[in-house]
């Protein structure tokens, strides 16, 4: 199994960046590869769910890779089996928890990163989400990035390369890599062999995920993500009453916080039970006291990241929510108007018609705009339950 079996539908990629890992592995060697060929700074574009962060981590994988008789990428030596697990000594992942990745987190990465690798070949520096970056980070950042280490590759992966995504002196200084979406059979493909999905089950799932990879294996795996979006589906023809809104926003909401709350709840009972230990709790003698009114600032600081780490799963979950309706209304309007384009939500296809013989073109599109401006004000920081009102009531009018 290679490293490359983790990158879904990107041959042009995994090309560019074999070439890339060779061109390591002989630079490491001590030979000279062909100009161009590798580079110490690559971003990683690409849509939501196009992979940018699994090809990232595939091509440090082979950067790190020890086996020498084949191409870089085995998937099955200590520093491709270590950089894929998260474990490698030299292979750092920046993720970030809350809404944004902070100079201080920035400040430190780039401290780090300076140093020699201590047990691999290269000291790797991913960077999911940059385009969460701060300025203060981006400009810490672009100081490493203009005079980079010598052994030090950074992976940053943004949705463009667009000013708005990436700074453009950081753009100036990366080798440019372009993700497109999967095509539906590749993503079956990858679920039926790298994760043992069976073969109807990986074809639905790869149907009706939009081209999302992650998702795509969430619904192939896991029931209760298939039941909310069958629930977050069903609203649009549920809107009959003026008391439907809240009703549908108020499930919206909750669903969102539920999904916040199962993907934290075991991370911050062990974040704290770790926090604890470490401040000497259950402890007993000289500096107990003190010991304990320090874990009690250090236990605030630690709310405080897990507050904001749920803010932004509950934000990340309503999100993929308003994209399963947006995908829905998009399907009624291609119902509507005879369009031969593939539905987003074929499983749907029936309730699609219901709403295309019910609605006009014009009220479809509207409520298609209101899913698409709620998204918007959410990112731009509206309170989720002010700009879900607003969306559901626009749905209900029409």
Not at 142 to 158: I, M, N, Q
Not at 228 to 245: Q, S
Not at 300 to 321: G, V, Y
Request: with cysteine; proline share 5%.
């Amino acid at each position: 199994m290679s490293v490359w079996d983790e990158v879904v539908g990107q041959p042009d990629a995994v090309s560019t960046l074999s070439a890339a890992a060779e061109a390591g592995a002989m630079i490491v060697a001590g030979g000279t590869p062909a100009p161009g060929v590798m580079t110490h700074a690559w971003l990683f574009t690409g849509p939501p769910g196009s992979g940018r962060s699994s090809t990232a981590r595939a091509f440090a994988a082979a950067l790190q890779c020890v086996v020498t008789d084949d191409r870089p990428g085995c998937g099955e030596c200590g520093g491709c089996r270590t950089t894929l697990h998260g474990t490698h000594a030299d292979v750092r992942v920046v993720a970030p928890e809350g809404l944004s990745i902070s100079v201080a987190e920035m400040r430190s990465l780039v401290q780090i990163s300076a140093r020699r690798p201590t047990s691999g070949r290269w000291q790797v520096v991913i960077i999911e989400d940059a385009d969460r970056l701060t300025e203060g980070a981006a400009n810490a950042l672009l100081k490493a990035v203009e005079e980079p280490p010598e052994r030090t590759v950074f992976l940053l992966c943004a949705p463009s390369d667009h000013p708005d995504d990436v700074s453009v002196t950081i753009r100036s200084r990366c080798r440019l890599v372009s993700l497109g979406s999967p095509r539906p059979s590749a993503i079956a493909s990858a679920l039926e062999a790298v994760d043992g999905v069976a073969p109807e089950m990986a074809q639905w799932a790869a149907s009706v995920c939009g081209g999302h990879v992650g998702r795509a294996r969430r619904l192939a795996v896991d029931e209760l993500v298939r039941a909310r979006r069958e629930a977050v589906l069903r609203i649009p023809l549920a809107l009959r009453r003026p008391a439907d809104v809240f009703t549908c926003a108020d499930e919206l909401i909750k669903a969102a916080e539920d999904d916040a709350s199962t993907a934290n709840e075991a991370r911050n009972e062990a974040e704290r039970e770790a926090l604890e230990t470490a401040m000497g709790a259950g402890g007993t003698g000289k500096g107990t006291a003190a010991a304990s009114r320090g874990a009690k600032g250090a236990l605030k600081d630690l709310e405080k990241r897990q507050k904001s780490r749920a803010t932004r799963t509950q934000r990340d979950s309503l999100d993929m929510a308003l994209v399963d309706l947006a995908g829905f209304y998009r399907d009624a309007l291609v119902t509507k108007t005879g369009s031969e384009a593939a539905l987003m939500h074929p499983d749907r296809a029936g309730d699609s018609r219901t709403a295309a013989a019910q609605w006009s073109s014009e009220s479809i599109l509207r409520r298609l705009e209101a899913v698409l401006a709620c998204r918007e004000a959410i990112e731009v920081n509206v309170k989720p339950r002010i700009a879900i009102e607003a969306m559901v009531t626009t749905l209900h009018r029409g």
